[in-house]
């Protein structure tokens, strides 16, 4: 028996910034400097980027440890107001299976000194497969992971 | 649903400290005293002891005391994937983010310019 | 500049059906069947439904009051699990205005011989243009018409 789950779940994160929205907006909507701070520290190098930053425009990222598995990024630009917010969706594959697909907000007011930016994602996250026979394996891999990924966070 | 936002900012907390995530590490090795958890870390046995608090109190970790020694150890069962992979969406927008300031003062237009380290 | 605000919000809705799964995952799957069901309230004019059921396919209607505001629903499948679960991601427009984009799923649990339908909204609503409370009860009023639809199976 399989059973399915999918977990829902928001957070939001704010940062204040001396500099003016229209220069961190900027740094959102340019490819290259979107890159310098969003991928270029990662874990893993990334081996496609698409960016087409214009609303139904897509952002299209992947990366991963060479030989390992893929990680693969799609979004799709719903609202872009220019210097003050973007709305966009998006989902994750781990190789072949989506785990998660999430609507993200960012918005950038005006304050004095600079711009508060306010970013709140909203995901579903899919569980996947809880197949009971499977449990204990599943519990293994997961702690593997978690092993893998705190490793890779350390690294960093 | 909602429910879930308390185990979630547990798990996060927990997940996002750099001593804790070794201590996790370390125990998703294998069981270990809390003595032995704190030999490669460079703080006094108190500030162990309180991380393992925040661990046991998201669930990651338990603990138990036979005589005189406390064992702690993963428990397995507590980080489920849902909460592990929310947990890592965020740390990871939190670092970002933090290296978005960096780089609005890095490329502040009127800044002299500065050697990247 | 225009003030702009947004208000997220999140509302569940569970629905439980006489019929299996597949029969109700089927009223969204087919385009002729979803347009019976999914349909604005009496009076209002409406467009044709169009629906591309994939991932990466889209979904469009319109509608609105005679002579008043005519709303438009925009939808792009994220994910499909035959007879189990569907996630989109859709945005509403009143006239020419943007006022909220949502990630929506609907999950088709098996509930003895039925089905325990539970449709989860996560929504961004902008600039003040409509609220949770609304959006909801205009939801609740869809699956008043899909269990209707359901019993004429």
């Keep these: ?156 | ?117 | 500049m225009t003030e702009r605000s947004t208000k997220h919000a999140t509302f569940t809705i569970e629905r439980t059906f006489a019929a299996p799964p597949p029969r109700v995952f089927a009223a969204y799957a087919d385009a002729k069947s979803k347009a019976r069901w999914f349909v604005g309230p009496e009076g209002w004019e409406k467009s044709n439904l169009k629906l591309d059921f994939k991932v990466g396919g889209r979904e469009s209607v319109s509608g609105g009051p005679p002579g008043g505001p005519v709303h438009y629903y925009n939808a792009i499948y994220q994910d499909i699990v035959p007879d189990e679960r569907i996630v989109l991601t859709y945005e509403m427009h009143m006239d020419k205005t943007r006022i909220s984009v949502s990630l929506g799923t609907t999950e088709f649990n098996p509930a003895g011989t039925g089905t325990r339908l539970v449709y989860t909204e996560q929504a961004v609503f902008l600039d003040g243009y409509d609220d949770a409370g609304s959006r909801e009860q205009g939801t609740r009023g869809l699956f008043d018409q899909l269990a209707r639809f359901m019993e004429m199976q």
Aim: aromatic content about 8%; glycine content about 6%.
């Design chain 2, 1 to 117: 649903m909602l429910n879930y936002q308390a185990p979630l900012d547990l798990a996060f907390q927990a997940l996002a400290d750099p001593t804790r995530r070794v201590m996790v590490e370390r125990l998703s090795q294998g069981p270990a005293s809390v003595s032995e958890l704190a030999r490669p870390l460079d703080m006094t046995l108190s500030a162990v002891v309180q991380h393992l608090a925040v661990l046991e109190a998201s669930g990651l970790v338990r603990s138990q005391k036979v005589g005189r020694v406390r064992t702690c150890r993963i428990e397995p069962t507590a980080l489920h994937s849902a909460e592990r992979w929310i947990s890592e969406r965020r740390a990871s927008w939190e670092r970002r983010l933090d290296r978005l300031g960096a780089f609005l003062a890095e490329t502040e237009p009127t800044a002299k310019p500065r050697r990247k380290k």
């Design chain 1, 1 to 156: 028996m399989t059973i399915r789950n999918a977990k829902h779940a928001t957070f939001t994160i704010e940062r204040v910034y001396p500099a003016a929205p229209a220069r961190v907006f900027a740094a959102w909507s340019d490819k290259e400097a979107k890159t310098a701070w969003a991928y270029c520290h990662e874990e893993w190098p990334v081996s496609e980027h698409v960016f087409d930053f214009r609303e139904g425009g897509r952002e299209h990222l992947v990366t991963g440890p060479a030989g390992g598995t893929r990680h693969v990024f799609d979004a799709v630009y719903h609202d872009i107001v220019p210097d003050q917010r973007i709305v966009y969706a998006y989902d994750m594959h781990l190789g072949e299976r989506r785990i998660s697909v999430s609507l993200t907000t960012i918005e950038f007011f005006a304050v004095a000194g600079g711009t508060r930016l306010v970013f709140t994602e909203q995901g579903v996250f899919f569980d996947g497969y809880d197949d009971i026979a499977g449990r204990e394996e599943g519990t293994r891999i997961g702690l593997d992971n978690l092993d893998r990924q705190l490793r890779q966070q350390r690294a960093a």
